[in-house]
């Protein structure tokens, strides 16, 4: 059963980076075409679609997020790593990874299963 | 960008009733939705993709139908476990978006 676990850093200061790692257990991360992404949900709110990566490393990124966001893979730990540069107290918010699948085109894919996700606060 | 609603955005029902979710986005998106259910303090849990398929391992009281822009998730007898918070999200144009969600209640 493919299981996936967030980690990092639960505090971060405005202006710097947050950097999250996932880590994939029950299935390899690069043994299929899936495309592996990260959500995030401020407290009491809504998702949001930070970006996605393919297996072979091809990124997308959400556009309101694109400058400020690098995801990268690590097939030999078989893990996928968020990186979001120059945090504010906006960016305070539960970081969930997640499996996408359903296509090779990014928009048409589902998200499933989810890790249980990270809160992440920007505070000085 | 797709703008996706949902009503109502809050519910208040019994177990046993009937419950219908309504998704809505601002352009047709075919049937390139998917339902999810969260619960507090959870990640969001897959129901439904492609606006009607059920996802394995998914209460068939659960469905799901619609497609263009109007798209409903269906609960046919409300039970315990379904009081939740309920999110749509549209797989069809970049950036994926998801829908502001609907909280189910016990009434």
């Known amino acids: 059963q493919l299981q996936l676990q967030e980690s990092g850093p639960g505090l971060v200061k405005p202006s710097e980076t947050l950097s999250l790692t996932c880590t994939v257990s029950?299935?390899?991360?690069?043994?299929?075409?899936?495309?592996w992404g990260w959500i995030r949900q401020p407290p009491g709110k809504g998702l949001e679609w930070i970006g996605s990566?393919?297996?072979?490393?091809?990124?997308y990124y959400n556009p309101s997020l694109k400058s400020r966001v690098t995801i990268s893979v690590d097939t030999s730990k078989n893990q996928f790593s968020l990186k979001l540069s120059s945090v504010t107290a906006a960016d305070t918010a539960v970081y969930y990874c997640?499996?996408?699948?359903?296509?090779?085109?990014?928009?048409?894919?589902?998200?499933?299963?989810w890790g249980q996700g990270t809160l992440v606060t920007v505070s000085s | 960008d797709i703008q996706l609603t949902q009503s109502p955005s809050f519910l208040s029902a019994s177990v046993g009733d009937r419950v219908t979710i309504t998704c809505r986005a601002s352009?047709?998106?075919?049937?390139?939705l998917a339902w999810y259910q969260q619960k507090p303090g959870k990640a969001p849990k897959l129901l439904i993709y492609?606006?009607?398929t059920l996802q394995s391992g998914v209460p068939s009281r659960f469905s799901g139908s619609g497609s263009g822009t109007e798209f409903t998730l269906t609960i046919s007898s409300l039970q315990p476990e379904d009081f939740a918070t309920y999110y749509c999200?549209?797989?069809?144009?970049?950036?994926?978006?998801f829908g502001p969600g609907t909280k189910v209640d016990i009434k």
């Open positions: 492609a606006a009607s």
């Open positions: 029950g299935g390899s991360i690069s043994s299929s075409s899936y495309y």
């Open positions: 999200q549209q797989l069809n144009s970049y950036p994926p978006s």
């Open positions: 352009q047709g998106i075919s049937s390139y």
């Open positions: 997640a499996r996408a699948l359903g296509s090779t085109v990014v928009t048409h894919n589902w998200f499933d299963p």
């Open positions: 990566i393919y297996y072979s490393g091809s990124t």
